[in-house]
């Protein structure tokens, strides 16, 4: 976020107090939902919340050229979720699949039977079959490869593992330069609905 934080001051430098303005708010909001009091969970509404901020304010920085479509099922807003949980994935789609063209971006959530399915998928860069095998490997082990880039998605893949036990599932699939799509699935009763909650 810290070249986010050059791109709010920019315009404030430029005396564009009302786009500087907006995305100082913006800021404050994603920061808020950061840190959620201290919570580990959140509501589900919560976290695509803190996508959507994440995401308005990296597509200001690339010139709106990214597009993101969340689809998530009715009934599911309510739901805890733990925190910070799928934002880090949208962010490595534009980190590591955004090649400075078009991209388009994918959210869906729904429920089935007793689990709650999350697809995210974009039409990146993708990633080949090689770095795809050692990727799977690297969030197999219970300490990320050092030496590997993903160590972010092995921080997701373990805290799954603690939280949702081994009911859950993470898996991650690509086709090189056409796309590549992760998979959660997360028990529901390891999913509770909060008590009051919320942001004033």
Same mark, same amino acid.
């Given at each position: 976020?810290?070249?986010?934080?050059?791109?709010?001051?920019?315009?404030?430098?430029?005396?564009?107090?009302?786009?500087?303005?907006?995305?100082?708010?913006?800021?404050?909001?994603?920061?808020?939902?950061?840190?959620?009091?201290?919570?580990?969970?959140?509501?589900?509404?919560?976290?695509?919340?803190?996508?959507?901020?994440?995401?308005?304010?990296?597509?200001?920085?690339?010139?709106?050229?990214?597009?993101?479509?969340?689809?998530?099922?009715?009934?599911?807003?309510?739901?805890?979720?733990?925190?910070?949980?799928? /934002?880090?994935?949208?962010?490595?789609?534009?980190?590591?699949?955004?090649?400075?063209?078009?991209?388009?971006?994918?959210?869906?959530?729904?429920?089935?039977?007793?689990?709650?399915?999350?697809?995210?998928?974009?039409?990146?860069?993708?990633?080949?079959?090689?770095?795809?095998?050692?990727?799977?490997?690297?969030?197999?082990?219970? /300490?990320?490869?050092?030496?590997?880039?993903?160590?972010?998605?092995?921080?997701?893949?373990?805290?799954?593992?603690?939280?949702?036990?081994?009911?859950?599932?993470?898996?991650?699939?690509?086709?090189?330069?056409?796309?590549?799509?992760?998979?959660?699935?997360?028990?529901?009763?390891?999913?509770?609905?909060?008590?009051?909650?919320?942001?004033?």
């Amino acid at each position: 976020m810290y070249n986010t934080l050059d791109f709010v001051i920019w315009p404030a430098q430029n005396r564009d107090v009302k786009e500087g303005g907006e995305l100082a708010k913006s800021l404050s909001r994603y920061y808020r939902i950061s840190l959620s009091r201290g919570k580990e969970l959140i509501p589900l509404s919560q976290e695509l919340a803190h996508i959507s901020l994440y995401f308005e304010l990296q597509n200001k920085r690339f010139d709106e050229k990214i597009r993101l479509c969340l689809n998530a099922q009715d009934g599911l807003s309510q739901i805890s979720i733990l925190k910070l949980l799928l /934002q880090p994935l949208v962010e490595n789609c534009i980190v590591h699949g955004f090649a400075n063209r078009e991209e388009s971006i994918a959210l869906t959530l729904c429920r089935t039977d007793s689990f709650l399915t999350i697809q995210l998928a974009d039409d990146g860069a993708g990633i080949s079959a090689e770095k795809l095998a050692r990727l799977r490997l690297s969030l197999e082990l219970e /300490q990320a490869d050092d030496s590997f880039s993903g160590y972010g998605l092995h921080n997701i893949a373990e805290r799954i593992r603690r939280y949702y036990g081994e009911t859950a599932s993470f898996r991650i699939e690509s086709i090189p330069d056409v796309e590549i799509c992760v998979y959660i699935s997360l028990p529901l009763l390891a999913c509770p609905l909060p008590p009051s909650f919320g942001f004033a």
